[in-house]
């Protein structure tokens, strides 16, 4: 995130310039409601997070079974996503709108930890950490309602929309330069030698939630969101290429989880340059989880294992910087 602190600053300087130019004697009317088409670029300069857990049952070699779990985390996966929004009014109570974003991950750090499970407490087998970047993909397509054309809201300031949409988001990861900190409930300190592992979250969900505009000022405009996240799946695919029992190509494991929920909130504050052309700054957040999932392990020897993905998670905020228009 030290490459986020500098655009949070430019950030707040842009957010501090607009707001004082919105006094200014000059007066340009915001534009209103009865736009056809609306296009904008967003750089959002953002930190993500994705966490997963399994648990499985082990045999003894005396017999009987233990319980182990086995969990991945991915910290300060930052990223700038740059974003391609539009949006077309077709009634002035309906509009389609679509998104697109991509980027890079980077400074990324992964910590994968294993440990069994006693009725007195738990033994940590082994735990190590590693370098991470990647790839990040996102897509929303949504459908816009304007209560505010169709029903009387009385003295409710601005414009309110219902927002009935589509969510994919994917992270692709490579883990690099790998190290165990800790064996056998030991400190240690042993580097891995060769690590590569790549592993790939898939997210989908349905959007429902509100969404509102409302004038603050000349030429500038508060935009809100919040979203619920429903009927979200997850899809994880895995290579771990150091594991000599794991098949030797691509996955050698994979998980799946439904039914799980999410969230998102988007704020916003939008100056009008001219009645036609704007500028954006505002904050994004949404987190999406899953619990009670499957994960299946291909072992080289042609065998499949089986355990539980106790839960997945993922989640991703930062500050945004757009230009766009509207025609």
Partial sequence: MRRNRIFYCLAAWLAFSSFSAAGESVVIESPDSDFRFQLGLESWFSTGESSWQISFLEPLPRGGVIRGRSRLEWEDLDSILYILRGEFRFTPWFSLSAAYGFGDMNDGRNTDTDWYDFPGG????AQSVA?????????????????SELYNLGQVPGH??????????????????????????????????GLNSTYRFEWSAFRLGLRGEIPLRERVRMHAEVIGLLGVEFDGEAFWNLREDFRNEPPNFVQSATAGTGAEVRLAAAYDFTPNFYGELGFWWFRMRARNGTDRTFFADGEEGRARLDWVETKRYGVGLGLGGRF
């Fill in 160 to 193: 309110w929309d219902l927002v009935f949409g589509y969510r994919y988001y994917e992270e692709d990861l490579r883990d690099r330069n790998g190290l165990l900190t800790m064996l056998e409930d030991q400190p240690v300190r042993i580097p891995f030698e």
């Fill in 131 to 147: 370098d991470s970047d990647g790839d990040v993909t996102l897509f929303n397509i949504d459908a816009y309602v304007r209560l």
């Fill in 122 to 125: 738990t033994f940590l087998l």
